[in-house]
């Protein structure tokens, strides 16, 4: 057997830097506690913000195309933007915690730390095209995750952790499953060696079962992940446990992390043209859109509803991965970009206006009948929470439409016509439930039990954050272009 | 001032926002001063506008997305210029006969959003702009319906929002479409229409294109077997909004049909003649009777109000300068009367808070002037000679009677249905014996109806007797535009059809 040789110049510790900022910033957060306990939350929400902040910056800083960690490592385009919405969607979500309310999870110096060692594992499946890396990647946030859930501690919190930590152990089966068949076929865990191998073996006889096998447990995990139907049965449980901004968080971090790996393994499927695959996608995607509209429009709590509502985005943008055009790749990011912000938003107004304790339903936190006549007593935050539900609907000028736009236009780009036209009438269910907000806001009058319970729980940062949300959603035309042009060049700079 | 169009869509909305700060017992002369304020801007618009030119005037252009040919595209040309003077003289009167008290600070502030809105459609030549403009004028008009509407006011405003949306959805397919045809002929992405005018559609992309346009337009029209949303919003929505969406919205569609789907399909347009006219000529001799089977004045009017864009409609496909100019003269005309008559309904309705016509009966004798503007706008309704109804429907009739003799004469019997349930309502509710003791009371118009609804009579008037300045300019742009589709039109068909005047046949 021969020697193993290192050459350190592979090991390329720069590529790194970004992922290795949050982890030093989580170790650092964990030590502070270690030596003097009981410091106020603010210590430690600013200092995540500064980690995450240097972790933008040593992500810009990077050079795309190349490879690291003795090339399990890959800093290309996809993975810049695949962490710079990461790190910037967590950077929305931390200021967050500094709530007039004072809640479980969010006085706890670990949470913090626990926050930034899953913003890590994130990071890493972003940046890797190794399966085994990905999956520690993967493992590293979810169990993170788990954990963040659980500390809300409530009834349902713990339930909603408990959920999803079953369901997320199921996906990693299935994707370990799904890297073990690969890793038979091809001999490799490395993407991009698994593409070269499947393109040469690919006419050999009885060689398209595996492979396709391979990719439908993929497909499988990746769908509990993204929570494609049927694969969503934890998202509404788990939305209406956790606390509102982490639900918000879980619409979109870490399925933008795993909307990296779907890129870069259906990618090689893609280009391949394995009709099945592509078609399973798409079928996929059509019934998570269809289907979740449907059951969004009789949710009582909205909540819930903006659950259903982001399985039917998450179903909306997997489309873009079955076109393989760059075009339908960087939709992709550009529709998670502004989703990140709308999205957030939305889950924050939830926040601002969170009681402590239930007084507005024997389940829901935030039902309908809570937001009924806010106009009344509240315009300017029915406004802002309008304006979320428009761009949301797609309604033009807020910016959500911009994503759907070059969404559907690169799908008709590639001659889906019946896709694009399921996915603009989906969009016309759609509008009723959010419409359904605005109705209940703007168009009745407000329920006796109100007064200044909808201000419950105002803080300067959570404000901060809504009117940063709220600014990005109204002047989307002035920046969209800029946007479209950083995010298509990173893209076909990594030859997607 | 040659940013003029930039002016009439921005001065609204920076009013409209500073509206927030006027007090609300101040807010009504606000809103006039501001409305009225447009329009004399769209007034100068018509005085500056080069009556000769048929081609796009004040034009400007600048790039908003390079990256994907979006672009801030204005322009007017005669076709556009009488319905941008008409939104603005419609939400002028609006505000000026608004008898609304609660919320009247919301009221007016959402007219003014609206009115950009509307504006915006009416002038943008980048096809993406007006899709904006499009969709968000849904919003204003939601909340209208939904904040100052009658009982069943969510289930109707819902309805007209999701009924447009889901339509002009298919038409944004359609756009995209579009685009990446154009993208993939000239390798540069571009939602400019008039570049858009320059392509030459293979007749089968036609035909997907011009059913996917049809949905959004066919849908806000509208259209007969989508109409079904129209007298549910004109029910329950308040007087002005009635107003505003008889006058104005309901015109978006109609152009639409003018500025888009003729001349960018030609020949599929040509080709759907007979499928269009039939529902055309459904939805002028159905809704004209289902008009006269109702009870409530509003509904009576707005059932009218469907028949007659149904004539529209039916000019529009005519394919020739007379029918489309009549069309659009009538476009005009069908403005100006049914947002009178809904004025004139909600006078009555602000008196007795009812509309049932059973209610009324010789209200002549205690309202002579009302009844006096009600009876001349009647006669414009149905298309009395020297009234400014009857230029457009003949104009679009005879251009029909060109394409189908038996079709316009179909089409002419809405004319003498239109003139049975009219005369009914005045019949019931003006003249008789005044049998309902509570309409004895009654106060004749105040002077801010008189107002709102004196320039509209005189407008009748005017245009009937003499409508050459604004029929003139109107006819120029649709020739230019006729001329244009007559030389894309690529079937025999289409070209034999599509006639760009009266001797066109000798000429060849």
Known sequence: MAPINFDLSSLNLVTMSPMLVTLVGALVILCIDLIKPNLDKTLYVTLAMLTLFIAIGANLSLSTNQRGLFDTILIDGVSLLGQLLILAGSMLFIPLALTKRKFHDFSYPEFFSLFLFMVFGFQFMAASDNLILIFVGLETGSLALYTLIAMHNTRLAHEAAIKYFTMGAMAAGFFAMGAAAIYAVTGSVEIFSIAAVMQERQNEIGMLIPV????????VAIGFKVSLIPFHMWTPDTYEGASAPMAGYMSIVPKVAMMVVAIRLFGVYMELDIKVVKMAIIVLAVVTTTAANMMALVQEDVKRMLAYSSISHAGFVMVAIALDTTKGYSSIFLYYGLFLFTNLGAFAMLWISRHK?????????????????????????????????LSLAGVPPFSLFWGKMYVLSAIVDSGHYTVAIIMALNSAIAVYYYLKLIVYMFLKSPADNQGKVVYANRAFSLELVIGIAAFVTITSVFYINPLMSFITDLVGASGY | MSNILSVLIFFPLIAGVFGFFVNKNSIRVYGIVVAAAEFLLSLWLWMSFDTTDAGMQFVEKISLIPEFGISYYLGVDGISLFIVILSTLMTLLGIVALSIKEDLKNMIITLLFLEVAMIGVFVSLDVILFYIFWEFSLVPMLYIIGAWGGPKKLYAAIKFFIYTFAGSLVMLVGILYLAYIYH??????????????????????QTILFWAFFLGFAIKVPMFPFHTWLPYAHGQAPTVGSVILAAVLLKMGSYGFVRFSLPLFPDASVAFILPIAILAIIMIIYTAMVAYAQKDMKQVIAYSSISHMGVIILGTFAMNVEGISGSIFQMLSHGIVSGALFMLVGVI?????????????????????????????????????????????????????????????????????????????????????LANPENEKLKDLDSKELWALVPLVAIVIWLGVYPKPVLEPIDNSTKALVQLMHKKAQTDKAKKIILVSKDAKEAK
């Open chain 2, 349 to 433: 309705y602000d008196r007795r808070h009812t509309k049932l016509m059973s209610e009324f009966g010789g209200l002549a004798k205690v309202m002579p002037t009302y009844a006096t503007i009600f009876v001349v706008m009647t006669m414009a309704s149905v298309g009395l000679p020297l009234t400014i109804g009857f230029i457009g429907e003949y104009l679009s009739l005879a251009g029909f009677f060109k394409v189908s003799p038996i079709m316009t004469i179909l089409a002419g019997t809405s004319i003498i249905v239109g003139a049975v349930y009219m005369l009914s309502v005045v019949k019931k509710s003006f003249f008789g014996p």
């Open chain 1, 357 to 389: 304790y239930n007084i507005h339903h024997d389940r829901f936190h935030h039902p309908y009948s809570k937001f009924a006549g806010m106009i009344k007593i509240a315009p300017i935050p029915a406004v802002i929470m309008a304006v979320f539900m």
């Open chain 2, 184 to 205: 993939a002929t000239t390798g540069v992405w571009s939602f400019s229409l008039t570049d858009w005018y320059g392509l030459l559609l293979p007749t089968d992309v």
């Open chain 1, 212 to 219: 396709i096998g391979g990719a439908l447990f993929m497909i």
